[in-house]
T-cell receptor
């Protein structure tokens, strides 16, 4: 069983929809929880990070971490076609250390 | 805007050949990571360095892969001999690590990724 599980999708939604992406994990030592966005033929770029449990909001994006359930989520409000990409969750035990990734969810937002 | 630079962007070669991939980390970053991305396995860590010293290379097949940092501005990943199963996209990332933490709130030092080397071994 992988340390981080993520539904690979694909996920297709109409423009303006609310998107929910999720990951579960098994390693209790993870303290940093990240969401990366990856466009085709590009490297992953960091969207948001959360330290320990809690919520974090940045514009249309909200990240949630529930360490008791070992479950993290990313919500995208008012989704746009430009949000179409693969979204990867990632986790690490300390800042600056190795990342363990989920396999990524491919999202398409249709105009 | 500072970026991680990887060369070559694409490489096609026959099995048995040596492959060298290069990475120029962001100036001032002291930690360099090598990841491999495949459809089957997703993104996996191969090795990483801090202050040019290897910290973890447990994800790397030691018999054919080697990673080095000849200086602070260059990291290399070599495969010799290459095999078709090595076909993947190889990403380099750099960041800051091992710093003193803010006691009130953990400060996260993000990893910045290059755009990868797309490797095909025939």
């Amino acid at each position: 069983q992988k340390e981080v599980e993520q539904d690979p999708g694909p996920l297709s939604v109409p423009e303006g929809a609310i998107v929910s992406l999720n990951c579960t994990y098994s390693n209790s030592a993870f303290q940093y929880f990240m969401w990366y966005r990856q466009y085709s033929r590009k490297g992953p770029e960091l969207l948001m990070y959360t330290y320990s449990s809690g919520n974090k909001e940045d514009g249309r994006f909200t990240a949630q971490v529930d360490k008791s359930s070992k479950y993290i989520s990313l919500f995208i409000r008012d989704s746009q076609p430009s949000d179409s990409a693969t979204y990867l969750c990632a986790m690490s035990e300390t800042s600056g250390s190795r990342l363990t990734f989920g396999e990524g969810t491919q999202l398409t937002v249709n105009p | 805007d500072a970026r991680v630079t990887q060369t070559p962007r694409h490489k096609v070669t026959e099995m048995g050949q040596e492959v060298t991939m290069r990475c120029q980390p962001i100036l001032g970053h002291n930690t360099v990571f090598w990841y491999r991305q495949t459809m089957m396995q997703g993104l996996e860590l191969l090795a990483y360095f801090r202050n040019r010293a290897p910290l973890d290379d447990s994800g790397m097949p030691k018999d054919r892969f080697s990673a080095e940092m000849p200086d602070a501005t260059l990291a290399t990943l070599k495969i010799q001999p290459s095999e078709p199963r090595d076909s993947a996209v190889y990403f380099c990332a750099s960041g800051l690590g091992g710093l003193v933490r803010d006691r009130v709130r953990e400060v996260y030092q993000p990893q910045h990724f290059g755009d990868g080397t797309r490797l095909s071994i025939l």
